[in-house]
């Protein structure tokens, strides 16, 4: 099982992914608000498919945005930062 976060059009989706079948999604509307809403979502997704943290293999990022976008530059951290944990 993985996490993708995939930003698109300024619309940011937390997807679990099983293989490449997105099995659940979380949709987070406001760019402005991501560094308060993506790890609040990421664990909301998680328990509402009975999963924990340690369950996930990987968390990826696909985006649409430069990486001069503070969007960006959120998701990126986020991401690394699950993995660098998840790898220890």
């Known amino acids: 099982m993985n996490i993708e976060i995939k ?32 790890l609040p979502t990421i664990d909301k997704l998680l328990k509402k498919n009975k999963f924990e943290p340690k369950d996930i293999e990987e968390m990826t990022l696909q985006s649409d945005l430069g990486e001069n976008f503070t969007t960006y530059r959120i998701a990126k951290a986020v991401t690394d930062a699950f993995n660098w944990a998840n790898s220890q």
């Open 7 to 38: 930003i698109e059009n300024k619309v940011v989706e937390v997807r679990l992914m099983e293989k490449k079948t997105v099995r659940n999604k979380i949709v987070i509307s406001e760019e402005h608000r991501l560094s308060e809403d993506l």
